[in-house]
């Protein structure tokens, strides 16, 4: 299996200071500040990242899930909302909601959310933060 | 505190399947697909985007962290390595490895490395992966 691996670079203090990150895969990259983490400059942040990741990860896991039930679906997409709060230990990712729409012929509601919520559960991004970050869906057919 | 959102579609079969992503903040998107994601093809996926969140919350964080020691740092880069093995219950992000460089003027090596290991355990992406996915750090001072 392979391992991934990205990048980052911050200057300068906290607040006044500039960051820049970067994959390897020379696709992924671009500069992040306070602003573009806490603010409403314009800019990625690593919630913004994480929420891409999950939402990524689980397109696809579910996807291979409905496959594996007999009833593919055409099409997966998952919006993933990632807030982050601060708490007394510090800012803190505190839930991660993802909203799903399915494209997936012959199968039922009920065998559609079931596989729904297991994927949530159990794709691998979402077992990276299990446990920590509350994981919320909302999966519907289209 | 904001809510950072984003988005991916997945389009077909888990193997022969394409799939996009992309972040509200409008920097960051492209496509991926299992041979991204599993074999050496062109773009990202989630475990990249995991360290790239990973190495730009580490890098802001560390920054702040030695900035409140009195001994701000002028330069923190960190290099995210993310691990992938297959493990009997899937897919499993296991190991995310900091390799950290930083040039802090006045600041013992010892505080340090304390520093930098408080926040490899601490900073808010660090917090939502811990317990699940190993963190390791090689940190250093130039």
Redesign the interface.
């Known amino acids: ?14 607040r006044e ?1 500039k ?1 820049t ?8 990259g ?3 500040s ?1 602003g ?3 603010g409403d400059e ?19 896991a ?3 899930a409905l ?1 594996r039930n007999g009833t ?15 708490q007394e ?5 505190t839930t991660m909601k993802l909203t799903v729409r399915v494209t997936a012929p012959g199968i039922t509601n009920e065998a559609f959310q079931a596989i729904a919520a297991a994927t949530k559960d ?1 794709c ?2 979402s ?7 509350a994981l919320e869906i909302d999966a519907a057919l289209e």
Chains 1, 2 share one sequence.
């Open positions: 299996m392979p391992t991934r691996h990205s990048s980052a670079v911050w200057e300068g203090t906290l200071g960051g990150y970067s994959g390897e895969s020379g696709t992924l671009g500069k992040y306070f573009t983490r806490f314009k800019g990625s942040n690593p919630e913004e990242l994480l929420a891409a990741a999950e939402a990524a990860c689980f397109s696809m579910l996807s291979g496959e593919p679906s055409t099409r997966v997409e998952t919006a993933a909302a990632c807030t982050v709060e601060k230990i510090g800012f803190t990712v159990g691998p991004i077992r990276a933060i299990k446990g920590n970050v």
